[in-house]
């Protein structure tokens, strides 16, 4: 089975832009779950989907939003970019909605200037 | 609030001893716990994972160590070898957060010859 992909694989903008990224879970798999990872704070959760709806969120301003499409596949946008928001971006989908194992895709690397 | 703590940054080992990376939880609604090795600019590539129901589980030359008394967890490596050289994260997750991992900071394995 092919694992989680995500586009692009890097990124820049520029503050004030907006961005979305991509993500395509692993085949039969129709949770997505989005990770910020930054030197700072290390990786933190931004939200779950599972079919088409948002399951849990993390404590992100509302610039980041996310949606799920019916083929399972994600994207997630920031809108008004900040020097901040330069990090990498992970993508992660699961079978199930319980306990169960989460798998990365390699994450998008977006640098804001 | 730091909810799961590696409280150790690094770690060095020689090649065919055991590597031990330590993991101490505080938030006890974590209920399934995991180890993800990690290379930068990479995603999290799980290794093993661990239900609060268990307090062992195997899987080759990794074997997860869970105890709950004590909100404490490890991951043993036997024996370890250069290609273990990563970042390690352990990750937890709760009943009907089971989507939401929460990492520890990371814990930096080199194994030398």
């Not at chain 1, 991509?22 to 933190?44: D, M």
């Not at chain 1, 079919?51 to 997630?76: I, L």
């Amino acid at each position: 089975k092919a694992g989680v992909t995500q586009t692009p694989r890097y990124l820049i903008k520029t503050r004030g832009q907006q961005v979305t990224l991509s993500c395509s879970p692993i085949s039969g798999h129709r949770s997505v779950s989005w990770y910020q990872q930054t030197p700072g704070q290390g990786l933190q959760f931004l939200f779950e989907y599972f079919s088409e709806t948002q399951r849990n969120k993390g404590n992100f301003p509302g610039r980041f939003s996310g949606r799920q499409f019916s083929n399972s596949r994600s994207e997630m946008n920031v809108s008004t970019l900040e020097l901040g928001d330069s990090a990498l971006y992970l993508c992660a989908s699961r079978a199930s909605t319980g306990p169960d194992t989460q798998y990365f895709g390699p994450g998008t690397r977006l640098t804001v200037l | 609030d730091q909810q799961v703590k590696q409280n150790s940054p690094s770690l060095s080992v020689q090649e065919g001893r055991i590597s031990i990376l330590n993991c101490d939880y505080t938030n006890s609604m974590f209920d399934y716990f995991l180890w993800y090795k990690k290379y930068p600019a990479e995603g999290p590539t799980f290794l093993i994972s661990i239900s609060s129901i268990k307090d062992k589980n195997e899987d080759g030359r990794f074997t997860v160590f869970l105890n709950k008394s004590a909100k404490h967890l490890s991951l043993h490596i036997v024996p370890s070898q250069p290609g273990d050289s990563a970042v390690y994260f352990c990750a937890a997750s709760g009943t009907g957060t089971a989507s939401k991992l929460t990492f520890g900071t990371g814990t930096r394995l080199q194994v030398t010859l």
